[in-house]
């Protein structure tokens, strides 16, 4: 059964660091791109990049580039997002999804952790 | 970037009613779309990949439909475990896959 089981719940001062984590269960890590999204409060979900863990390839969302690093860990299947100077406004959910790929050619996010609460506040 | 618009924002409805969400992008996406449900503290849920191509274990009232910008979910008989929020996706953008604002549905 295919697992992503995200680290928990944080809280934060702005201009701190912080990294989160993603483990997979339950299929090949290495061979799945991992995406991550993030939902402000109240708000709706908006894409943030996406990595592949084989080789690191990350791309990010525009409004994402530079404002945070994605990553992985092969050897322990687990994907991360960080940031080196959180912002208030970083306060939000954070999910990670993995990527699947149907025969017909069309990707999809089928499996999703359970989501990381971030709160970034003086 | 490909922007995706749902309509409506929100929605109320009684069970057994039959519901339709609209998303539109603002380019040809073929059938690279996707629809996903997501419950108050939950994370989204796959309904719908393809446009139209109902994921496993998804109960058949769900259906989608569309091509090219224009693209519906249509729930055909509204049961009590509906009333969440719906978002579409994008799958046309190469690993930039954009999604929808979001239709929340509430109950009447």
């Known amino acids: 059964e295919v697992q992503l089981v995200q680290s928990g719940a944080e809280v934060k001062k702005p201009g701190e660091s912080l990294k989160i984590s993603c483990k997979a269960a339950g299929y090949s890590f290495s061979s799945h791109w991992i995406g991550w999204v993030r939902q402000m409060p109240g708000k709706g979900l908006e894409w943030m990049g996406i990595i592949y863990p084989g080789d690191s390839d990350s791309r990010y969302s525009p409004s994402f580039q530079g404002q945070v690093t994605l990553s992985a860990d092969k050897s322990i299947s687990t994907a991360y997002l960080q940031w080196s100077s959180l912002k208030a406004s970083d306060t939000a959910m954070y999910y990670c999804?993995?990527?699947?790929?149907?025969?017909?050619?069309?990707?999809?996010?089928?499996?999703w952790g359970q989501g990381t609460l971030v709160t970034v506040s003086s | 970037d490909i922007q995706m618009t749902q309509s409506p924002s929100s929605l109320s409805a009684s069970v057994g009613d039959r519901v339709t969400i609209t998303c539109r992008a603002s380019?040809?996406?073929?059938?690279?779309l996707n629809w996903y449900q997501q419950k108050p503290g939950k994370a989204p849920k796959l309904l719908i990949y393809?446009?139209?191509s109902l994921q496993s274990g998804v109960p058949s009232r769900f259906s989608g439909s569309g091509s090219g910008t224009d693209f519906t979910l249509t729930i055909s008989s509204l049961q009590p475990e509906d009333f969440a929020t719906y978002y579409c996706?994008?799958?046309?953008?190469?690993?930039?896959?954009?999604f929808g604002q979001g239709t929340k549905l509430e109950i009447k």
């Open positions: 380019q040809s996406i073929s059938t690279y």
């Open positions: 999804a993995r990527l699947h790929y149907d025969t017909s050619g069309y990707y999809y996010l089928g499996h």
């Open positions: 393809g446009a139209s």
């Open positions: 996706q994008q799958s046309y953008s190469t690993l930039m896959y954009t």
